[in-house]
């Protein structure tokens, strides 16, 4: 639950959109909304540490428990687990509908604000293609909107769109047109 914590599903967890309850959970990243530390969570069948047993380097510092504790207060006082929702589904109507126009988008695919598109060389095929997927992530990058692409350079073809919590709908509404457009310029271009 390193990336899909702490609300990047719509949920503290990704877990829980699927009614899926682990035994251990590792948490990390967005617990200290930017500080470092780390926690293993666990049932009662796996809790075989008694408090000092067990520390981590990003463990227990006291400046990142206070980060913690203040990042859970924010996400929960701001309705962040809603926002991720509403803003999630924005997206994913509208790349939905762009895949329709766009043969090089395979599928479209997240939950909450963890999205990936698929860059495909046609929907036919599914051919990966990583060049074109750079291409796009390069013309975001030029318009102001940061994206990545899994892999690094020619290895991986899915755009990957983890923008804040607080992301609003006309902040999303914004990177949508640019995405739209850098669609398009790659679409032209092919």
Partial sequence: MIQT???RCGSWFAAEAFGVFPDILVVGKGLGGGFPITGIITSEKFNLFDPGD???TNGGNP???AAALATIKVIEEEGLLENAKKVGTVF???MKELARTYEFIGDVRGLGLFLGVEIVEDKNSKTEAPQTAAKIVQKALEKGVIIAKSGIGEVGNVLKIKPPLSMTV???EEVLDVLQDC???VSEGR
Avoid: A, I, K, N
């Fill in 54 to 56: 067990w520390g981590s």
């Fill in 183 to 185: 669609l398009q310029e």
């Fill in 92 to 94: 994913m109507d509208r």
């Fill in 5 to 7: 914590g702490f609300g």
């Fill in 170 to 172: 006309s902040e999303m």
């Fill in 63 to 65: 400046l990142s428990c």
